[in-house]
């Protein structure tokens, strides 16, 4: 049973890079855009980083946004403010986001479910707040403006990542694939292993000897700063960072992303973030309510596939 | 040297006293069995020495080290592993990852991102070598969830013994088990202590595997220290026959 079921993994994996590689070829053909992949990878990114806390290491946040609008910000700012560089704006922007998750971490690791959740959910509300009011710095309501992500230097040779889409999809996705690449081996590593010891119990984790907030805090912030590198190239995509992107309905639309998908599976939540942001793109064109059509779709996936739409996938293969 | 030394421990639970001035020295290599009729404090006396939580007065002394103030996982990491009275393992987790991650903690990896190809060699042989031990090496790939009863009781064992501890704690290993599991159970016990100078505290319920494997037993009953002696001496005990296994007849 295992290895045809390794083997049927390792062929869907195949299968989704190839996707992802050739999206701009065969997105048009479906009435997709290039944006629009760019999008799914970016929210499917952060999803997974909120995943690497939720589904593997068994903590729910619902304050991931913060974290994402903070790398959002960094990254605008950056780029508007100090430097004309998109990697420079990268590195702010997930730095800004990470370490904000390692100090509030670090208050909060103690809780546990539900006062986790809302202490989390109240950390992202107070970022919002400062970027909403902060009009002289943030641009307020109206969000921050006035920069533009900046084309890639090479060696000599120069990527323009600005004007040309595929150019810039292609950026994002070397950007996601180094990310989750890092993701895969950490959860496949000792300090990987002892995060899913937690989630699976965590009285047996601490007394085999892991100290579990310190693990869930290491878990939480580097969760974090994947999220946050997420939001620093969601930036990028529109070269606008709004505070709409550190509110916690953002939060919970990750948390909905990687539940859809499937939480239990590596993939499941940009399976999750593809699902979401094409209905949202369908739908939003059509009619002002989609978000009941979403919410709809979510009561389905909860009620039929438990296991998300990935989870289902992968039961039938190993059936 | 003792292994195991505790001083005059007493744990209150608001008005209810659980223990009340045990003291309790166990000396390296030894099989201890700790009986007791129900609420006798059994499983509280486990939980002062493992570190789930503080006692309200005295201290707990591990290979002459006050480790009172020790939180659980620094006890594991000076060779303190438990079992649950209820099987506590990782349901969703092969068996042999389950003993993996007991095999990674004790070698000091349990923070690193990656191993080496010679590091991940000698945990791999490690969790072998456990799993063999214990009479999983077949079920290695099966998710411990999947077990029977006695299997994860086993395969808990397992996951002590992959810390390799220098004082085991077994809480009533042969709970819900039949009587061949109990069996295999009391095998498995007995081979651990023919493979080193592990030192053993036991619950246990079962008279039967106590008189068996026991090289002295402690008498608890409601929260107080009753006797303590070799088998042959606690069964011709006459306080202990009338608080507990008269209770029994």
């Given at each position: 049973m295992n290895s045809r079921a390794g083997a049927a993994r390792q062929a869907g994996t195949a299968l989704l890079w190839a996707a992802l590689l050739l999206a701009p070829y065969w997105l048009p053909w479906v009435g997709g855009y290039t944006a629009l992949g760019a999008r799914v990878l970016v929210l499917g990114l952060a999803a997974m980083s909120l995943n690497f806390l939720l589904g593997f290491t068994g903590v729910v946040s619902f304050g991931h946004a913060a974290y994402f609008g903070l790398g959002a910000y960094g990254a605008g700012l950056t780029l508007k403010l100090l430097a004309h560089s998109t990697p420079l704006a990268l590195f702010f922007g997930t730095l800004a986001g990470g370490i904000a998750g390692a100090l509030l971490g670090a208050l909060i690791v103690h809780l546990r479910g539900v006062y986790f959740a809302m202490v989390t959910i109240a950390f992202g509300q107070v970022f919002y707040y400062i970027a909403f009011r902060w009009n002289s710095l943030t641009g307020g309501d109206d969000g921050l403006r006035g920069f533009a992500r900046q084309p890639l230097h090479f060696a000599g040779y120069a990527i323009d990542i600005l004007n040309n889409g595929h150019a810039f999809y292609y950026f994002v996705l070397v950007c996601f694939a180094v990310t989750v690449g890092v993701m895969a081996l950490i959860l496949r590593s000792p300090l990987g292993r002892t995060m899913l010891a937690i989630r699976e119990n965590e009285r047996r984790a601490r007394f085999l000897g892991i100290p579990v907030e310190r693990h869930i805090w290491v878990a939480f912030t580097l969760s974090c700063f994947f999220t946050s590198l997420a939001g620093a190239l969601y930036a990028m995509v529109n070269n606008f960072a709004d505070p709409m992107g550190l509110h916690w309905s953002l939060s919970g639309d990750l948390v909905i992303m990687a539940v859809m998908g499937g939480m239990r599976s590596f993939w499941g939540p940009l399976v999750g973030a593809a699902v979401f942001v094409v209905v949202q793109d369908f739908l939003s064109s059509i009619t002002t309510n989609w978000m009941s059509f979403v919410g709809l779709l979510i009561v389905l996936v909860v009620l039929f596939f438990p296991r998300g739409l990935l989870g289902l996938a992968q039961r039938r293969g190993e059936a | 040297m003792n292994v195991l030394e505790i001083r005059n421990a007493t744990k209150r639970f608001g008005s209810l006293v659980a223990l009340r001035n045990v003291a309790l020295s166990v000396p390296a290599g030894e099989l201890r069995a700790i009986i007791g009729p129900n609420g006798a404090g059994k499983t509280t006396l486990f939980n002062l020495v493992s570190g789930f939580f503080a006692p309200s007065a005295g201290s707990v002394l591990f290979a002459g080290r006050d480790?009172?103030?020790?939180?659980a996982h620094q006890r594991v990491a000076l060779g303190m592993a438990r079992t649950f009275q209820i099987t506590e393992i990782f349901?969703?987790?092969?068996v042999f990852e389950n003993v993996r991650i007991a095999a990674e903690v004790a070698a000091g990896y349990r923070l690193r991102p990656r191993l080496g190809r010679s590091e991940r060699a000698e945990v791999c042989r490690r969790v072998e070598q456990t799993l063999e031990l214990a009479g999983l090496a077949a079920k290695a790939k099966r998710l411990a969830g999947e077990l029977a009863h006695g299997d994860q009781r086993v395969a808990e064992i397992a996951m002590a013994l992959a810390l390799k501890p220098r004082l085991l704690l077994l809480d009533e290993p042969t709970a819900g088990m039949g009587e061949q599991e109990t069996q295999e159970i009391t095998r498995l016990i007995r081979r651990l202590r023919a493979a080193g100078e592990l030192t053993i505290v036991l619950i246990e319920h079962d008279m039967r595997v106590v008189f068996h494997l026991a090289d002295r037993i402690t008498v608890l009953c409601y929260g107080e220290l009753l006797a303590e002696g070799t088998p042959q001496e606690i069964a011709a005990n006459e306080a202990v026959q009338e608080a507990y296994l008269g209770k029994a007849a």
């Open positions: - | 480790v009172t103030a020790l939180a349901p969703e987790l092969t």
